[in-house]
């Protein structure tokens, strides 16, 4: 089954004694859940509805018990709807159901509310369903009310089969709930196990963000050794996800196919702008940064680093009308975050669209990345490791402003091939053939 085990399903009815039933059955099942009446007093605002609903339990009259004309139960619904779900929700299924069978409500739901008011949040499915199969008029089960709710919970993991990718990353999303959970249990112990546990996690938190950020977490900020116990724990973290991961079965696991007649497809480099690059910024200091150097006085300096990486001197002009000059932080992480800068290291390089990749130099003084989107162009970042330089200082001033940072990765690349070219021993040999 792969009900979201993160609290991300929610219950909209404004009985709530019509709900109790099936918070109930969550509550045996341990699937956390979050209720809403209705009641806007009790609703989040429009801006802080941030938490992502995966399935939602819909019930079409907010109002009252009786049969209420479509108009207004449509009003109700999607000024509800509003802030409940924000244009940013993650895919998600909603079950809509009412007590009184209405031919219309498929109508009402599907088309006019999520096809034409809310078409921006609108669900990959739909379910439908009659409260009185499950609930009578006091709110209590059915009879058959054990059989009816297997029925119903069958009904929404076939809906939920239907999109294998969504299945499995709500399959995903399971895994890290019970992964962190397991990283807190190895490293923190049961409660009953120590006669002060707050003593213990104190100490033992410390370690950790010891562990991480070495002699430097004594003159960190209280913050900061937060965050570096953090790191620690993320990297515990990681592991446990990858051997649970490694380690469990994939419900329903069968091959993705994608039609050929889909359009709208995302692109490879906006694929990889995902897995290459982030839009964070800040700070400027922070190691994968890099920074746009937009100073025409140094304009000269790179048109000489282009001379020396550039294969095709026929496309130096194009390439200078499009380029943007730049400066990638490779500072080592640990540093970054242990507070040990004493210089900054950087290198020069040029990011320039996709179609003159191929016009560099290829040897191990010169890297050039695999393509990605960037502000609706396709681009490679392309630098030359002999530009590698030192700043005891690195801020933000007019000529010099971050545009994005590259991942872990990525960055950890280009300071292994930065570390190879600096470092080519050689070997001492004799050839036979000489």
Not at 225 to 239: E, G, H, P, Q, R
Not at 368 to 373: K, L, Q
Request: proline share 3%; glycine share 4%.
């Amino acid at each position: 089954m792969n009900l979201p085990l993160n609290g991300r399903i929610a219950i909209i009815d404004d009985q709530i004694i019509q709900a109790e039933p099936l918070m109930k059955v969550f509550s045996q099942r341990q699937i956390p859940f979050t209720y809403f009446s209705g009641d806007f007093n009790y609703l989040p605002s429009e801006r802080d509805n941030f938490n992502d609903i995966r399935i939602l339990f819909l019930d079409i009259n907010l109002i009252d018990d009786g049969v209420q004309n479509d108009k207004v139960l449509k009003s109700k619904l999607i000024s509800v709807l509003k802030r409940v779900i924000s244009k940013n929700n993650y895919p998600y299924i909603v079950i809509y159901w009412s007590r009184h069978q209405n031919q219309s409500d498929k109508k009402l739901i599907e088309t006019e509310i999520f096809e034409k008011e809310l078409k921006d949040r609108k669900p990959i499915s739909f379910l439908s369903a009659i409260k009185s199969d499950f609930f009578k008029l006091d709110g209590n089960p059915t009879e058959d009310f054990d059989d009816k709710i297997v029925g119903l919970f069958s009904r929404i993991n076939s809906q939920i089969a239907k999109s294998p990718a969504y299945s499995y990353l709500l399959n995903w999303e399971n895994k890290i709930h019970i992964s962190a959970d397991k990283t807190l249990e190895e490293i923190f112990s049961a409660y009953n196990k120590f006669e002060n546990w707050s003593d213990n996690a104190n100490y033992l938190f410390n370690k950790l963000g010891i562990s991480y950020s070495g002699k430097s977490f004594a003159g960190q900020s209280p913050e900061d050794k937060i965050k570096s116990s953090y790191n620690a724990l993320n990297n515990v973290f990681t592991d446990t996800l990858e051997n649970i991961l490694n380690n469990s079965s994939v419900p329903n696991a069968k091959k993705l196919k994608v039609s050929a007649t889909v359009k709208n497809l995302e692109s490879i480099n906006s694929i990889n702008k995902k897995l290459l690059i982030s839009d964070e910024k800040e700070p400027l200091h922070y190691s994968g940064t890099v920074i746009e150097i937009t100073n025409k006085n140094l304009t000269a300096e790179y048109e000489n680093l282009l001379d020396t990486i550039l294969n095709n001197k026929g496309k130096k002009v194009d390439i200078i009308a499009s380029w943007k000059k730049i400066w990638l932080n490779v500072t080592p992480l640990c540093d970054t975050v242990q507070g040990k800068i004493v210089f900054h290291r950087l290198v020069r390089g040029i990011l320039v669209p996709k179609e003159f990749g191929k016009t560099f130099y290829a040897n191990e003084a010169i890297y050039v990345s695999p393509s990605f989107a960037f502000n609706n162009k396709d681009y490679v970042i392309a630098i030359d490791f002999r530009q590698f330089f030192t700043l005891n200082k690195l801020g933000k001033t007019k000529n010099r402003e971050s545009i994005f940072r590259i991942r872990q990765q990525l960055l950890a690349e280009i300071q292994s091939k930065l570390a190879r070219h600096i470092n080519r021993q050689g070997i001492l040999f004799l050839d036979e053939k000489g």
